[in-house]
């Protein structure tokens, strides 16, 4: 796991958004509404519906204010339009994901007049064109058909993958239309699509899910039989639970997108020293101009990485000084014990406590150890994503989001860090040539030299087998140390004075202490962990050098980052996992 960073110095945009054509994106971590909705809309219920769904947009934005709001809506006739025009309306970002080409898109529309509405959407929108789905090809889905109906299938897919709340204009009853709105909301909450191939599967089925979340404003169709029960009511929906839509937000979802409000609001408190002083992964722009998604990627990473170095140094800083606390504590004790017994020393051991005490309460406050770890994690798994976009790697997911799996595994409170991922990345920009390909094996592989992720293991690994041999040479030391005063103690204990008899107990002890300490501190580094984890790292860099060296196909090697990038996010998941069980308590040191 990467602790320091060694790319070219900083180039963060100005803190607020990124300009791209028809599109205003944060460079922060924001909020995704997906839209599924009808297309037939009652027009009587039109006007209140567009109250409710800005109503729900405001709600939305009030409930998190760290967090911008964007809306991703296929631009579809009915539901979906009505929810483009509200987010146009509260001047919030709008993505519109194309299931078709943009000309064979405008072939859906009913009237010509339709045709101009969706005309001026689209150019007020980030525009997405999908790939052809699995098993159809250019001339099946210009017709309606089975073809077009899985174009649209993937289209909820992708919509449902990238979005953090869905918001599902829907009837409630189920429909027989492939990848309608029924069938959109139901992959959400289940991970089930059908008609669509296994590339879109969902990675982890049974895996505890923090993308499930929809608010559902139930919807009459102007159709026969389109009638509900209730019109315009609304509730939260989650794989496992229904709740009024007028009631909170389920607990779970309200505290991962809290965690995305406090990166955000912790980027915005170091912004001056973020801007001095964050690394760039980019390169410089005589080599590769880039733009787009990537230069969002970067300057996010540029904002975990600064947080996580500084929260990093709070932790350790935190850690030295509990341990050194201990062993001080633990001689002056002793001191009292053995020789001096004056009140002013216990005043020292309870002011060396309370200062102890003081320092683990404020860490475990102000959440530091968490918040290196999060940082870290995602800092690392957005250099994997800004690597593969820079190289052109090509997602074997298709339209799913590439990153779905990350973490899943380990901690849903880890959730945020994939949501944070999830929006940062849309958007495309930077062109894929072999150039950026060249430049990414070059920077981020490495052969060895001073560049990329094979140096930096190699010389990590180094550098902790160093640490943890001065842990095992001070721990030998001290308990022979303190082995030799109990048998100078056994052997002359007799001929020596009290004073000195003391002199050697307490030696005997403090060594025994300051060993003990340092090997807690050693654990809590996780110091032998660490190094079987470099070592892993770095044969996995090395094998991927050579095999790029070997090989130069542009295609071969794309797929060789794509499997490096994987085991370089499992490999984060583990780091995580490992530390969170090393949390910074000053119960456990003493």
């Known amino acids: 796991m990467n602790e320091l960073s060694e790319p070219r110095p900083n180039t963060i945009p100005t803190p607020g958004v990124f300009s791209a054509p028809a599109l205003?994106?944060?460079?922060?971590?924001?909020?995704?509404?997906?839209?599924?909705?009808?297309?037939?809309?009652?027009?009587?219920?039109?006007?209140?519906?567009e109250a409710d769904v800005r109503a729900f947009l405001l709600?939305?934005?009030?409930?998190?204010?760290?967090?911008?709001?964007?809306?991703?809506?296929?631009?579809?006739?009915g539901g979906d339009r009505l929810v483009a025009r509200c987010a146009i309306a509260l001047g919030m970002p709008l993505l519109a994901p194309l299931p078709l080409s943009r000309e064979d898109y405008f072939t859906?529309?009913?009237?010509?007049?339709?045709?101009?509405?969706?005309?001026?959407?689209?150019?007020?929108?980030?525009?997405?064109?999908?790939p052809i789905a699995e098993g159809n090809d250019e001339q099946s889905i210009r017709t309606q058909g089975a073809a077009r109906d899985r174009q649209y299938a993937q289209l909820g897919v992708y919509v449902s993958s990238h979005c953090q709340v869905l918001l599902a204009l829907w009837d409630g009853k189920p429909s027989d239309a492939v990848g309608g709105t029924s069938d959109v909301l139901h992959y959400h909450l289940f991970g089930e699509m059908p008609g669509l191939g296994a590339a879109d599967a969902p990675p982890n089925l049974l895996a505890d899910d923090d993308s499930d979340l929809a608010f559902h404003i139930f919807c009459p169709r102007d159709r026969p039989g389109g009638e509900v029960d209730a019109p315009l009511s609304s509730r939260w929906m989650?794989?496992?639970e229904n709740l009024p839509g007028a009631g909170p937000m389920p607990e779970n979802y309200d505290r991962l997108f809290n965690q995305l409000g406090e990166f955000n609001a912790d980027a915005k408190l170091y912004a001056d020293d973020i801007a001095a002083n964050s690394r760039s992964l980019l390169p410089a722009p005589e080599e590769i101009r880039c733009s787009g998604a990537v230069l969002r990627i970067d300057a996010m990473y540029q904002r975990a990485d600064w947080l996580a170095l500084h929260f990093r140094k709070r932790v350790h800083h935190s850690m030295l000084l509990l341990h050194v606390l201990a062993v001080l504590t633990g001689l002056l004790l002793m001191t009292y014990s053995e020789f001096v017994a004056q009140p002013a020393l216990l005043a020292a051991l309870l002011g060396f406590f309370a200062v102890g005490v003081a320092v683990a309460w404020l860490g475990e406050r102000r959440s530091w150890h968490r918040r290196y770890l999060d940082y870290r994690v995602l800092a690392e798994g957005l250099r994997v994503q800004c690597y593969w976009t820079i190289a052109g790697v090509p997602s074997s997911h298709r339209v799913r989001f590439a990153y779905d799996s990350f973490l899943q595994k380990q901690d849903v409170e880890l959730g945020?860090?994939?949501?944070?991922m999830r929006a940062v990345g849309l958007g495309g920009g930077t062109p894929i040539s072999d150039v950026g390909l060249r430049w990414v094996v070059a920077n981020w592989v490495g052969d060895g030299g001073k560049l990329g992720q094979l140096s930096y293991f190699r010389r990590r690994t180094a550098e902790r087998e160093v640490k943890y041999r001065h842990t095992e040479r001070?721990?030998?030391?001290s308990l022979m140390l303190s082995l030799a005063c109990a048998v100078v103690l056994l052997v002359f204990g007799g001929w020596l004075g009290p004073t000195t008899s003391k002199l050697f107990l307490v030696t005997a002890g403090m060594t025994a202490l300051f060993a003990g300490v340092r090997e807690a501190y050693s654990h809590k580094l996780a110091d032998k962990e660490l190094i079987k984890q470099y070592r892993f790292m770095t044969?996995?860099?090395?094998?991927?050098?050579e095999l790029l060296a070997r090989?130069?196909?542009?295609?071969?090697?794309?797929?060789?980052?794509?499997?490096?990038?994987e085991a370089a996010l499992e490999e984060h998941a583990e780091w995580i996992l490992m530390h969170r069980e090393r949390p910074l308590e000053q119960s456990r040191l003493g």
């Open 24 to 49: 205003s994106l944060p460079i922060d971590a924001f909020l995704i509404v997906g839209v599924t909705a009808h297309r037939d809309l009652t027009p009587a219920l039109v006007p209140q519906l």
């Open 59 to 77: 709600r939305m934005q009030g409930l998190h204010p760290q967090l911008s709001v964007a809306v991703m809506s296929g631009l579809a006739e």
């Open 108 to 130: 859906d529309c009913s009237s010509a007049e339709s045709a101009d509405e969706l005309r001026g959407l689209l150019a007020q929108s980030q525009v997405i064109e999908l």
């Open 238 to 240: 989650t794989r496992n």
């Open 416 to 420: 945020w860090i994939r949501h944070a």
């Open 474 to 477: 001070i721990g030998k030391a």
């Open 539 to 545: 044969r996995v860099f090395a094998s991927a050098s």
């Open 551 to 565: 090989d130069t196909d542009p295609t071969k090697q794309r797929r060789v980052l794509e499997a490096l990038g």
